[in-house]
């Protein structure tokens, strides 16, 4: 089955169709979540929030997408206070 869904489509929308991780299997969160970020390649906050508004299974999609947003965008591409407010990474990841 071939699905098509606008990237310029609402996230519920997209969501009712694609699915959201309701389901809980790859099948139901991976395909919503390049949708999310297809519509929004070089800003990784457009990303997260089409990625949120579609529900679901929102911590899953959102990694799943906004993971994709940030290695294209780097983490420049992530908003200042963002980075400065997420949990410290431990040391031995910081080279």
């Known amino acids: 089955m071939r699905l098509r869904v606008p990237t310029a489509a609402p996230s519920s ?15 139901d969160t991976v395909p919503f979540a390049l949708w999310a970020v297809a519509g929004s390649l070089d800003s990784f ?3 997260f929030w089409r990625t949120v508004a579609g529900l679901g299974d929102r911590d899953t999609t959102c990694a799943i997408a906004c993971g994709i947003s940030a290695a294209r965008v780097g983490s420049a591409g ?18």
């Open 13 to 27: 929308e997209a969501a009712s169709i694609l699915g959201s991780g309701r389901e809980i299997s790859a099948l």
């Open 45 to 47: 906050e457009e990303t």
């Open 78 to 95: 992530i908003p200042r206070l963002w980075r400065d407010r997420r949990e410290p990474l431990p040391s031995l990841t910081r080279a």
